[in-house]
């Protein structure tokens, strides 16, 4: 807990991820629209009990988009607070850069997930940072884009280290 104007602040913890692939030469993102939402996000969600930050980032990916994922990296955290039910809640999201390994973006064949998400597509990764609706979103977005580039090609989402040469 928190100390807060309000007296004692409750926290919460989420994670999620960006997933990557390569698509005729070009890095896509997977992006969602929440339920009832205009904006875009990144799959994310509360951590379950006894579940790591990188557990959780790959159920929440799977649930979210209906892709299977491979993590290769951490992206870092944002932190925020939020108003609940006339509560302030501290909040800290733990996100993950994931190679997409296999299944159909939006293709959600479990109970319940259609509530949650209205939308999910491919967006190129140059364009991502923009098109996110969270200003922490957007900064996450556009460091998995500075590590990729970083590389000079997508080595860090195949699967093999990038070149750590002249950083």
Known sequence: MLIGYGGIMPREASA??????????????????????????????????????EQTATREVWEETGLRATLVAPLGEI????????????????????RYHSGVLGDIQHAGQR?????????????????????????????????LLRAGNPLAVSGRPPDQGDD
């Open 16 to 53: 999620g991820g960006i997933v990557v692939r390569e698509q005729a030469g070009e890095l896509e993102v997977a992006v969602i629209r929440p339920h009832g939402r205009s904006l875009w996000a990144l799959p994310k969600g509360h951590v379950d009990p006894g579940e790591s930050a």
């Open 115 to 147: 509530v949650e998400v209205d939308e999910a597509r491919w967006v190129p990764l140059v364009r991502v940072a923009s098109l996110l609706g969270y200003k922490g979103e957007k900064a996450i977005a556009a460091r998995a884009a500075r590590m």
């Open 79 to 98: 932190r925020y607070v939020y108003q609940f039910r006339g509560q302030r809640i501290f909040k800290r999201v733990h996100f993950f850069l994931f």
